[in-house]
């Protein structure tokens, strides 16, 4: 919420996207407690969400949305918006599918225009203890001793070696559904 306030306050608009509906409306709250502005969008009303998405570029705009709202809706920049920086995106957590989270950061920067992005991760992401377990928190916990921010290289390393798990894992189910697919096929 203050990486939010912090941009907000220059001017920048933000897209923040989040992997479901529950944490879109969670993040809506933080943001209206913190008295900031915002749409959220969740992929319930595809028409009126690409128009909300297609206005996320302007000046000092908030926009929250899961990972398929405004889906394929180019996000054109307001005429001051390009030396403010463009369009900056936060995702607040992984997606099992790291091409997902290219999507989103793509969001920022399209067709030559200024953008940048930002990945927050927590060792206590679901994607994390999900295919990696407790590892990570503890291995952290012992070398730092303490609670601290994660340090940038090992945020990504870690969410990357968790997102190759979850994509390996469904790689798998999708071969082993095929084949039984196969297998009913040939009955």
Request: proline residues 3%; hydrophobic residues 35%.
């Amino acid at each position: 919420v203050e990486r939010v306030r912090e941009l907000h306050d220059t001017g920048r608009p933000v897209l923040v996207g989040t992997r479901s509906v529950a944490a879109s409306e969670l993040l809506s709250h933080c943001l209206e407690r913190a008295g900031l502005s915002h749409q959220v969008l969740s992929a319930r009303h595809d028409r009126g969400e690409a128009e909300v998405v297609a206005r996320a570029g302007q000046r000092g705009l908030v926009t929250v949305a899961t990972n398929m709202a405004g889906r394929g809706t180019d996000i054109p920049l307001g005429d001051d918006v390009v030396r403010l920086g463009g369009l900056h995106v936060i995702a607040t957590e992984r997606h099992e599918a790291g091409r997902i989270d290219r999507q989103l950061f793509g969001r920022g920067g399209r067709q030559g225009d200024p953008g940048s992005y930002q990945a927050i991760v927590s060792l206590e992401d679901e994607l994390l203890e999900s295919f990696l377990g407790t590892i990570p928190q503890r291995v952290f916990r012992r070398l730092s001793g303490q609670d601290k921010p994660l340090p940038q290289w090992l945020g990504l390393l870690v969410s990357s070696a968790a997102q190759m798990r979850a994509e390996r894992h469904h790689g798998g189910m999708r071969r082993r559904l095929l084949r039984i697919d196969d297998q009913l096929g040939d009955m």
